[in-house]
């Protein structure tokens, strides 16, 4: 293990640039925001939103949907590099399914719970 | 905090409660592990207050443990939280200026965000997103602490398939997202490069590149 002040400091750099990660968006907005709308104090949705064009608007909040879907199907199928095994993706697949089907979601976050952890009573991994 | 409350109806309310309390659950699992692995309890804590993002939070402290320089498990931690900078575009408008940009940046996670782009109306957004976040910045520190301190005799949450529970919170609250042929063929374009990567390529890489999956959606878009 590495000395207590590189650990801090490899903290501190991770907290750091995750932040800076999650503040970009909100600040591009600001800065691409019309002069007019700069003296709002707290700008609702309408002023943050003057700044980007629609389309690009539009092509962000799908790239949204794309990572995160993309999370949901590498965490579901994959575990450090490898195959997660049929547990998990098994869960998840019914409790997708379920939400398809719109049942309520306590619902469909509990069955996916339970498929996964039955499978592996059962030996499955 | 208690005009948010009231934008949300209940059964929002509870899912959201819901979802945080599982986190909170896993956290538990999450400073178990930590502690397990030779971290003294500090470590756990301070990155789920100060980083609030599981997955690189797990990355980082698993590489240490094992063996890989702080820095190298910093970069790696990086490059798993890189996909919150679009995320920040897409739900910027959630987020006000001041103080509020500064927390509502850090507490801007995937859950925080599908919470937000599952509601409709922009007060809806709003409050989803900011009772979500918060709720997680409290749950989240407040599991590892727990888990750290009981340590070994928590064993592997996997067994109750708490495992399933995270990707299963975010595909249904993102599935009313997918009505749009074209964001799904985006979308399934993008899960199958994650997915196809991942053995290849360094943990977050993948997922990022997920967004080649854009494409698909170009047509109407100009320039992109």
Redesign the interface.
């Given at each position: 293990m590495s000395t207590l002040t590189q650990l801090l400091i490899a903290i501190g750099g991770l907290a750091i640039g995750t932040f800076a990660f999650r503040v970009a968006g909100p600040l591009l907005g600001k800065n691409a925001k019309s002069p007019d709308g700069e003296g709002e104090p707290c700008a609702g949705a309408e002023g943050e939103r003057r700044g980007l064009p629609p389309w690009l608007e539009a092509l962000m909040s799908r790239g949204a949907v794309v990572l995160l879907i993309a999370v949901v199907a590498s965490t579901a199928l994959t575990e450090e590099q490898g195959f997660a095994g049929i547990a998990r993706p098994a869960g998840v697949l019914v409790g997708g399914v379920l939400a398809w089907l719109k049942v309520p979601f306590i619902v469909v976050i509990l069955a996916a719970a339970a498929v996964a952890a039955g499978l592996r009573l059962m030996g499955v991994a | 905090m208690r005009s948010l409350w009231r934008t949300l109806s209940r059964?929002i309310l509870?899912?959201i409660a819901?979802?945080c309390l599982?986190d909170g659950v896993v956290g538990l699992s999450y400073g178990a592990i930590a502690v397990s692995k030779?971290f003294e309890l500090w470590?756990p804590v301070?990155?789920a207050i100060?980083?609030?993002?599981g997955?690189?939070e797990l990355l980082?402290v698993g590489i240490?443990a094992s063996g890989g320089?702080?820095?190298a498990?910093?970069a790696a931690?990086?490059l798993v939280?890189?996909?919150?900078?679009?995320?920040?575009?897409?739900?910027?408008?959630?987020?006000?200026?001041?103080w509020?940009?500064?927390l509502?940046?850090?507490v801007?996670n995937?859950e925080s965000?599908?919470f937000a782009?599952s509601q409709q109306q922009?007060d809806k957004?709003?409050a989803a997103f900011w009772i979500c976040g918060v709720g997680i910045l409290i749950c989240w520190p407040v599991g590892a602490f727990v888990g750290g301190l009981i340590g070994g005799s928590i064993g592997d949450t996997?067994?109750?398939?708490?495992?399933?529970?995270?990707?299963?919170?975010?595909?249904?609250?993102?599935?009313p997202?997918?009505k749009d042929r074209?964001?799904r063929l985006?979308?399934i374009a993008?899960?199958?490069?994650?997915?196809a990567t991942?053995?290849l390529l360094p943990?977050g890489m993948?997922?990022?590149l997920?967004?080649i999956?854009?494409i698909f959606?170009a047509g109407?878009?100009?320039g992109?």
């Open positions: - | 059964p509870r899912n819901l979802v599982a030779g470590v301070v990155l100060a980083v609030l993002a997955a690189a980082f240490v320089s702080v820095f498990a910093m931690g990086l939280n890189a996909r919150h900078l679009p995320f920040g575009v897409a739900v910027r408008d959630v987020i006000g200026s001041g509020r940009r500064v509502g940046s850090h801007m995937d965000v599908v782009l922009a957004r709003k996997d067994v109750f398939g708490l495992d399933a529970m995270f990707p299963t919170v975010l595909l249904a609250l993102v599935l997202s997918l074209r964001t985006a979308v993008g899960a199958v490069i994650a997915v991942t053995p943990a993948p997922v990022l997920s967004l999956g854009l959606t109407k878009n100009r992109s």
